[in-house]
């Protein structure tokens, strides 16, 4: 027991393994498969929720739910939370009709709504007609807010006050509620008609008088969202004010629920993550259980996009076809292509993923729209030049004339200005036709850079060879 905390101490876990969910879920196997169940308990006992729940994850499927029965009411709840979502199916399958009726009721609303959305419909109006009616009308509430919204991942467990309230009063209800809200942290103020009219933290609370009214210690400036605001917007929120919690209003301003900062950070990890996917050219279906998938599944998915990307290649076959001429004059040509076009290919990404990234963030628009395509052609023109220095002298002596090397020279600085360009245009471009950014990823943008590339060298040497004395050649 940590002294300064009272909280378990933990720390050896830490210290002495790669994970704790790694000595855990040995032991728990262990202990299980010799049916000691009285050391399982005091196992778990100073082990956290969320490394519980990565420990049964990791058992075999028969041992998840006799180790989940292990726990006691309250703790299982928490840790049902945790698991991963093919574990908590699982259980439910397993666990009698009672106890999951049970596990379920007790869960926080969003949640229950996150579980509900991974279940079969069958499954989920079953459950839901068992729910009490309190908790069947408050998920029922958040089941009929958009998916990605606001409303959909609020919790409708948090404290409201009153402004005629003294701070004594106001003390006393936090005392009574804290045990069924989601944070006490933040504390909010409505009216009669459940306006949303303030916001009062905890710590305000505390040191104020026990005689001081609520409006006169509360803030009556208050951030919020509304219920309809996309699940993007209120993360960036919550992380600009550095809230632990955010209030969420109806169309009336009425406060309906709050958005608690660790399913914002579930929000993030979920973005990023499509992002990322997107970012791949890979199909994105349902991110977090890509390697749970089957193999069949995932091989859908990405040749969607390869087959798109073969297509447009195909384009860059035919710019070749076309100036076969000037490749049969002087061969050699043809060597330098794969660098060309690799350049521009890789430059083009930089330049894509610093804009999708800051569109992301938000940075962008400090900068300006034209300006930071600008700024993108600009790197790109400089790169060129500094590559210059390199790829020159090298096509120069490998060509054994100023042939190749002016033609290299020449397009390299073409191709690298536009590749930037189009890395910065394009994902621009999406987002101002209100569709996804990353969807204009590193993938597509070297394609586009490939096609455009040759055609840019090849045309080059082409006016070159009709141009130079033909001594220079």
Same mark, same amino acid.
């Given at each position: 027991?940590?002294?300064?905390?009272?909280?378990?101490?933990?720390?050896?876990?830490?210290?002495?393994?790669?994970?704790?969910?790694? #000595?855990?879920?040995?032991?728990?196997?262990?202990?299980?498969?010799?049916?000691?169940?009285?050391?399982?308990?005091?196992?778990?006992? %100073?082990?956290?929720?969320?490394?519980?729940?990565?420990?049964?994850?990791?058992?075999?499927?028969?041992?998840?739910?006799?180790?989940?029965?292990?726990?006691?009411?309250?703790?299982?709840?928490?840790?049902?939370?945790?698991?991963? %979502?093919? #574990?908590?199916?699982?259980?439910?399958?397993?666990?009698?009709?009672?106890?999951?009726?049970?596990?379920?009721?007790?869960?926080?609303?969003?949640?229950? &709504?996150?579980?509900?959305?991974?279940?079969?419909?069958?499954?989920?109006?079953?459950?839901?007609?068992?729910?009490?009616?309190?908790?069947?009308?408050? @998920?029922?509430?958040?089941?009929?807010?958009?998916?990605?919204?606001?409303?959909?991942?609020?919790?409708?467990?948090?404290?409201?006050?009153?402004?005629?309230? !003294?701070?004594?009063?106001?003390?006393?209800?936090?005392?009574?509620?804290?045990?069924?809200?989601?944070?006490?942290?933040?504390?909010?103020?409505?009216?009669?008609?459940?306006?949303? /009219?303030?916001?009062?933290?905890?710590?305000?609370?505390?040191?104020?008088?026990?005689?001081?009214?609520?409006?006169? $210690?509360?803030?009556?400036?208050? =951030?919020?969202?509304? !219920?309809?605001?996309?699940?993007?917007?209120?993360?960036?929120?919550?992380?600009?004010?550095?809230?632990?919690?955010?209030?969420?209003?109806?169309?009336?301003?009425?406060?309906?629920?709050?958005?608690?900062?660790?399913?914002?950070?579930?929000?993030?990890?979920?973005?990023? /993550?499509?992002?990322?996917?997107?970012? +791949?050219?890979?199909?994105?279906?349902?991110?977090?259980?890509?390697?749970?998938?089957?193999?069949?599944? &995932?091989?859908?998915?990405?040749?969607?996009?390869?087959?798109?990307?073969?297509?447009?290649?195909?384009? @860059?076959?035919?710019?070749?076809?076309?100036?076969?001429?000037?490749?049969?004059?002087?061969?050699?040509?043809?060597?330098?292509? %794969?660098?060309?076009?690799?350049?521009?290919?890789?430059?083009?990404?930089?330049?894509?993923?610093? =804009?999708?990234?800051?569109?992301?963030?938000?940075?962008?628009?400090?900068?300006?729209?034209?300006?930071?395509?600008?700024?993108?052609?600009?790197?790109?023109?400089?790169?060129?030049?500094?590559?210059?220095?390199?790829?020159?002298?090298?096509?120069?002596?490998?060509?054994? +004339?100023?042939?190749?090397?002016?033609? $290299?020279?020449?397009?390299?600085?073409?191709?690298?200005?536009?590749?930037? @360009?189009?890395?910065?245009?394009? %994902?621009?471009?999406?987002?101002?036709?209100?569709?996804?950014?990353?969807?204009?990823?590193?993938?597509?943008?070297?394609?586009?850079?490939?096609?455009?590339?040759?055609?840019?060298?090849?045309?080059?040497?082409?006016?070159?060879?009709?141009?130079?004395?033909?001594?220079?050649?």
């Amino acid at each position: 027991m940590n002294e300064a905390t009272g909280a378990p101490n933990t720390t050896a876990f830490v210290r002495n393994s790669p994970h704790p969910a790694d #000595v855990v879920a040995a032991q728990l196997e262990s202990m299980l498969s010799a049916g000691n169940y009285d050391g399982v308990k005091t196992l778990l006992q %100073p082990v956290q929720p969320v490394d519980i729940a990565e420990a049964i994850g990791r058992l075999p499927l028969i041992l998840q739910a006799l180790a989940f029965r292990l726990l006691n009411k309250n703790e299982a709840i928490e840790v049902y939370e945790y698991l991963d %979502p093919v #574990v908590q199916q699982s259980l439910l399958d397993r666990l009698r009709s009672n106890e999951v009726l049970e596990l379920v009721e007790e869960m926080s609303p969003d949640d229950r &709504v996150q579980l509900f959305d991974e279940l079969p419909a069958k499954v989920v109006r079953r459950l839901l007609s068992q729910l009490s009616p309190a908790e069947r009308r408050v @998920t029922a509430q958040l089941l009929g807010y958009e998916v990605e919204t606001a409303g959909r991942l609020m919790t409708t467990e948090f404290i409201d006050l009153k402004e005629f309230q !003294t701070a004594q009063e106001a003390l006393t209800i936090v005392r009574r509620q804290a045990p069924f809200t989601e944070t006490i942290y933040s504390l909010y103020v409505t009216d009669r008609e459940r306006h949303l /009219t303030g916001i009062l933290s905890l710590r305000d609370l505390v040191t104020a008088e026990p005689g001081d009214r609520i409006r006169d $210690v509360m803030t009556r400036e208050v =951030v919020n969202v509304r !219920t309809d605001t996309d699940q993007e917007e209120v993360a960036r929120a919550i992380q600009r004010y550095d809230f632990l919690a955010l209030p969420v209003v109806d169309l009336e301003q009425r406060l309906v629920g709050i958005v608690t900062v660790d399913d914002v950070i579930d929000v993030i990890e979920q973005e990023a /993550t499509r992002d990322i996917y997107a970012a +791949g050219a890979v199909q994105a279906g349902d991110e977090d259980d890509y390697f749970q998938s089957n193999l069949f599944v &995932v091989a859908r998915r990405r040749v969607v996009w390869l087959s798109a990307l073969v297509l447009a290649n195909g384009l @860059t076959t035919q710019v070749i076809a076309m100036n076969d001429a000037v490749l049969k004059q002087v061969v050699l040509l043809a060597a330098f292509i %794969p660098l060309l076009i690799g350049t521009g290919g890789n430059v083009g990404a930089q330049s894509s993923t610093v =804009v999708i990234r800051g569109l992301s963030t938000q940075s962008i628009q400090t900068l300006g729209v034209t300006k930071a395509i600008v700024r993108e052609a600009i790197a790109g023109a400089l790169l060129g030049l500094l590559m210059l220095l390199v790829v020159v002298p090298f096509a120069w002596w490998r060509g054994e +004339g100023p042939l190749i090397g002016t033609a $290299v020279g020449i397009s390299l600085i073409a191709i690298t200005t536009l590749a930037a @360009t189009a890395g910065a245009a394009l %994902p621009l471009f999406f987002d101002r036709m209100g569709l996804d950014p990353a969807l204009m990823s590193a993938p597509f943008i070297t394609t586009a850079t490939d096609v455009a590339g040759v055609l840019i060298y090849l045309r080059t040497a082409s006016w070159l060879l009709a141009h130079m004395s033909p001594s220079l050649l």
